[in-house]
């Protein structure tokens, strides 16, 4: 994280991530966040919002839209090396744009057609995976004349992470349609099922494996695969997913 942070920057970026994850509408979310970030980063225009696997931008705007990012959304993404990187792996990354650019991005025609008139010079997009069809984004953005992102901007956005990927996570509950993507228990074993609802309960490996009499490594064991069929990342995701009725539970042992 970078040295210089002062304590108010701090403390407006822990008050945002606070209000984002508390707020009720996804406007609401973007906004909160998106003013804490700005500064935090240093960034000139901060956007958060979700892909979907099956083709689909959706930018999140605190305010109305711009007309750049509405291009973006309806027809630019598919170009776009991030979004790209995220059709193609399942895993999260937080990368500079030089980390994809291996020399031809300023003759795509990604650049020459979207990026280069948008009057972007440099970002930082992070990219968290929910499920096996939806992740949040973060893109931080410097316009033309500003100095590029360094490594202590991208360590910020690394230390920053976690927050982010739960301020997502609550935008994707509140975006989605009613039963839009709900996770089911019925595909795992009784096992499984009976540690899923311990996790859901607030346990942890610790705690489960007294209850169920095995070891705590067995139960990681059991806990990784509960997450890949369901797939999910974490117990903050399952717990969210069963609070929120995204979670449907058969009758478990």
Known sequence: MRANLTFEQLQR???GIASAVSATLPEEISA??????????????????????DSASITIYERDPDHWNRNYD?????????????AGSRQDFLLPLSALD?????????YRDFYEPSGSFDEITGVFNFDRNAAGFVTYLRRRGARPFGAEDVATAEATADATRMVLERLWRQWRP????????????ARERQIAVLLIDGGCAKTISRDLSISPGTVRNHIKTV??????????????????????????P
């Open 102 to 110: 291996k020399g031809d991005f300023h003759t795509s025609a990604y």
């Open 178 to 189: 009613p039963g839009e993507n709900q996770l089911s228990l019925g595909d795992l074993s």
């Open 227 to 252: 997450y890949r069929k369901l797939g999910i990342h974490s117990q903050v995701e399952l717990m969210a997913a069963a609070r929120d009725g995204g979670l449907a539970l058969p009758s478990l």
């Open 13 to 15: 970026w822990s008050s």
């Open 32 to 53: 909160h966040f998106t003013a804490g970030a700005r500064d935090l980063i240093a960034s000139d225009q901060v956007y958060i919002g979700l892909y979907l696997r």
């Open 74 to 86: 309806t027809r630019k993404y598919q170009q776009d090396p991030f979004f790209r990187l995220f």
